[in-house]
T-cell receptor, first 116, second 113 residues
């Protein structure tokens, strides 16, 4: 969805490096999410934010941190990357006040991260 | 624990054939069920949403059904096309104070010429 963009789209890094994945959206949504997707495991929630001052841990937050710099920007950081964090990472947005379905989430194109 | 199970895990069909994907869930209290299509290298995109009171909903060649009593849903694809090759993910929302979803692992569909 062009309204939700992620950078970089692909990244290869080494164990122990700090990595930041960025997400920007032009949908005007208050709620933003970070997920990781692994083969055979489906999407799992890492962190979510309901507004700039609100940050919440998801199912698998260990080893990750986030920053909500503005309504439109939500960044995911890996402070010290490890190989089992190799995965596809998705950012998503939602807004119960402006969407027809309050639970619908709109996903970015994903970032493929490889940790060697 | 809320869970969503999908079957089959993967499926190969010939172009022009029909297929049906299954989703069973144990999410409570149930709010709605959505089917997403995820093309390779892309983010999931919503195909259709089913609420508690809906039994069937169509979106072009895609038809979703919901049986809230047995907690089962299906996605039927008619006259498949090569572009239907993708992962299909069943996602169930619970009624809660915020928008959290339970994702199935997806069914990988390959439509072969």
């Amino acid at each position: 969805d062009a309204d939700v963009t992620q950078t970089p789209r692909n990244r290869i890094t080494k164990t122990g490096k700090r990595i930041m994945l960025e997400c920007s959206q032009t949908k005007g949504h208050d709620r933003m999410y970070w997920y990781r997707q692994d083969p055979g495991l489906g999407l799992r929630l890492i962190y979510y934010s309901f507004d700039v001052k609100d940050i919440n841990k998801g199912e698998i937050s260990d080893g990750y941190s986030v920053s909500r710099q503005a309504q439109a920007k939500f960044s995911l950081s890996l402070e010290s990357a490890i190989p089992n964090q190799t995965a596809l990472y998705f950012c998503a947005t939602s807004d119960p006040l402006t969407s027809d379905d309050p639970n619908e989430q709109f996903f970015g194109p994903g970032t493929r991260l490889t940790v060697l | 624990k809320n869970q969503v199970e999908q079957s089959p895990q993967s499926l190969i069909i010939l172009e022009g054939k029909n297929c049906t994907l299954q989703c069973n869930y144990t999410v409570s209290p149930f709010s709605n069920l959505r089917w997403y299509k995820q093309d390779t290298g892309r983010g999931p995109v919503s195909l259709t949403i089913m609420t508690f009171s809906e039994n069937t909903k169509s979106n072009g060649r895609y038809t979703a059904t919901l049986d809230a009593d047995t907690k089962q849903s299906s996605l039927h694809i008619t006259a498949s096309q090569l572009s239907d090759s993708a992962s299909y993910i069943c996602v169930v929302s619970a009624i809660s104070g915020y928008s959290t979803l339970t994702f199935g692992k997806g069914t990988m569909l390959l439509v072969s010429p």
